[in-house]
């Protein structure tokens, strides 16, 4: 299936440590983003990127770090997890940069204890 | 300040009761609207996209239409299965992001 796919689904850890999620698309698209989804459901977008490009970085703490390997990939690494960091992070691609459909993956719940 | 609101924040409707979700937008120029729903512990699913106003799209049950104020997405009929989170997001023009309401949760009892 043709899909954003992201691992892992769930993630719990605690405070201080350091974490990565992994985020692939198969669509060919050009854009990929991270999203933040807190516990009153309001989506928020985090990182984009274009052809590997880092495009918009939404004044993300620093210990926030995307990486794009390739235009297939974009992985999140974070540092020194805290309380607040608990939230569904989704990643999206879409086939150019805004303005047409954004398609998402099924989320990674990561709590931090 | 670019503003997208969502109203009402949860309904619970009957099967087969017809109603609207609103979502309104204060922003310095629209490039375009799209409503997506959310079911539990899923992403977001793209429904449609809305450019000018006066614009309509339909997909079964829904029925989405935009002003230049506000957007809405009109239920016919519903049945259990549409029940989910329905999310609108707007892209601003200049912004090279989608920025989101906070949702409203609907429910359809059978």
């Known amino acids: 299936d043709t899909a954003v796919s992201q691992t892992p689904k769930y993630l719990v850890t605690q405070m201080g440590n350091d974490k990565s999620i992994k985020c692939e698309q198969n669509l060919g698209h050009d854009t990929m983003y991270w999203y933040k989804q807190d516990s009153k459901k309001f989506l928020k977008i985090m990182f984009s990127?274009?052809?590997?490009?880092?495009?918009i970085n939404e004044t993300v703490p620093n210990r926030f770090s995307p990486k794009s390997p390739d235009k297939a990939h974009l992985n999140l690494h974070i540092n020194s997890l805290e309380l607040g960091d608990s939230a569904v992070y989704f990643c999206?691609?879409?086939?150019?940069?805004?303005?047409?459909?954004?398609?998402f993956g099924p989320g990674t719940r990561l709590t931090v204890t | 300040e670019d503003q997208v609101t969502q109203s009402p924040e949860a309904l619970r409707l009957q099967e087969g009761e017809s109603s609207s979700l609103n979502c309104s937008y204060t922003?310095?120029?629209?490039?375009?609207l799209f409503w997506y729903r959310q079911d539990p512990g899923k992403g977001p699913e793209f429904l449609f996209t809305l450019y000018s106003a006066g614009e309509e799209k339909e997909k079964e049950r829904l029925k989405a239409t935009l002003t230049k104020k506000e957007s809405f997405l009109h239920i016919t009929a519903p049945k259990p299965e549409d029940s989910a989170t329905y999310l609108c997001?707007?892209?601003?023009?200049?912004?090279?992001?989608?920025?989101f309401g906070q949702g409203t949760r609907l429910t359809i009892n059978p």
């Open positions: 922003v310095s120029g629209l490039r375009g």
């Open positions: 997001a707007v892209h601003i023009q200049g912004a090279q992001k989608l920025v």
């Open positions: 990127y274009n052809n590997k490009e880092l495009i």
């Open positions: 999206a691609s879409s086939q150019v940069l805004v303005g047409s459909r954004v398609h």
